[in-house]
């Protein structure tokens, strides 16, 4: 009688124990592309040079940025500076591209009028007795909201970013949120994580109050809460 010759499958689980043993619950994990960006300065007079800082993580590979000044010009290098020549409010949208995913972050741009083409000094906050300046504040919401208005399809998926709010003296920044018009704080806190929040909403209409202010060493509030408000409206 012949000799019995192995099945495709016997020579696949073979080579299944030669590679190491795999179990039913075992899988792969992709790490998710992510990006931040910021703006140094974010405001100032025209003309304004401005240096981006663009952080990605989770690249497979090297990532590629295309980016959009808000001035209706662009470029590929995160490390170039931009110069922008005209007073008005501009927002700096990243691009990051990696392996087959994609990440997006953006930075707003201030710009003031210069004096005959010379920086002047631009418009500050009044500080108060101690000379301490408030943050600057930076309010970002996805989906986008439109004259403080966030409609979608329920369930809606909402996320309130303060991330990019800075303080000029380096403070303690501190957030709160009530994210459904309750009047209670859903969020506070001065740690990393209190700055974001994502949100899912049921049907109805919601009003969001989102604010950040900064703290003294001691943890004592310096100046009064900067807020935002949005009208979140999710729809059947």
Same mark, same amino acid.
């Not at 020579?11 to 190491?20: D, Q, S």
């Given at each position: 009688?012949?000799?019995?010759?192995?099945?495709?499958?016997?020579?696949?689980?073979?080579?299944?124990?030669?590679?190491?043993?795999?179990?039913?619950?075992?899988?792969?994990?992709?790490?998710?592309?992510? /990006?931040?960006?910021?703006?140094? +300065?974010?405001?100032?007079?025209?003309?304004?040079?401005?240096?981006f800082a663009l952080d990605v993580s989770g690249a497979q590979g090297s990532p590629a940025s295309a980016i959009s000044y808000g001035?209706?010009?662009?470029?590929?290098?995160?490390?170039?500076?931009?110069?922008? =020549?005209?007073?008005?409010?501009?927002?700096?949208?990243?691009?990051?591209? /990696? &392996?087959?995913?994609?990440?997006?972050?953006? &930075?707003?741009?201030?710009?003031?009028?210069?004096?005959?083409?010379? +920086?002047?000094?631009?418009?500050?906050?009044?500080?108060?007795?101690?000379?301490?300046?408030?943050?600057?504040?930076?309010?970002?919401?996805?989906?986008?909201?439109k004259n403080g208005r966030i409609t979608g399809t329920a369930p809606l998926d909402v996320r309130f970013n303060m991330c990019l709010?800075?303080d000029p003296e380096g403070d303690t920044l501190y957030f709160t949120m009530d994210v459904d018009g309750d009047g209670k704080l859903?969020?506070?806190?001065?740690?990393? &994580?209190?700055?974001?929040?994502?949100? =899912?909403?049921?049907?109805? =209409?919601?009003?969001?109050?989102?604010?950040? =202010?900064?703290?003294?060493?001691?943890?004592?509030?310096?100046?009064?809460?900067?807020?935002?408000?949005?009208?979140?409206? &999710?729809?059947?």
């Open positions: 009688m012949p000799a019995r010759r192995p099945s495709v499958a016997t020579l696949g689980l073979v080579a299944a124990l030669a590679g190491g043993v795999w179990g039913c619950n075992d899988t792969a994990t992709t790490p998710i592309l992510a /990006a931040t960006c910021t703006a140094t +300065p974010a405001s100032g007079p025209a003309p304004l040079v401005v240096s001035d209706g010009t662009s470029g590929t290098d995160p490390d170039a500076t931009h110069t922008y =020549t005209t007073a008005g409010v501009y927002t700096a949208s990243f691009t990051v591209t /990696a &392996a087959d995913q994609t990440a997006r972050c953006a &930075a707003t741009v201030t710009v003031s009028e210069g004096t005959g083409g010379t +920086p002047g000094p631009g418009p500050s906050p009044t500080p108060p007795v101690d000379g301490n300046l408030p943050p600057v504040a930076s309010f970002k919401t996805g989906p986008g909201a709010t800075s859903d969020v506070r806190g001065s740690t990393g &994580a209190s700055c974001r929040e994502d949100v =899912t909403y049921a049907v109805g =209409t919601w009003r969001a109050e989102i604010c950040v =202010t900064d703290l003294d060493p001691e943890g004592a509030r310096r100046h009064d809460f900067q807020c935002q408000y949005y009208t979140v409206v &999710a729809n059947p």
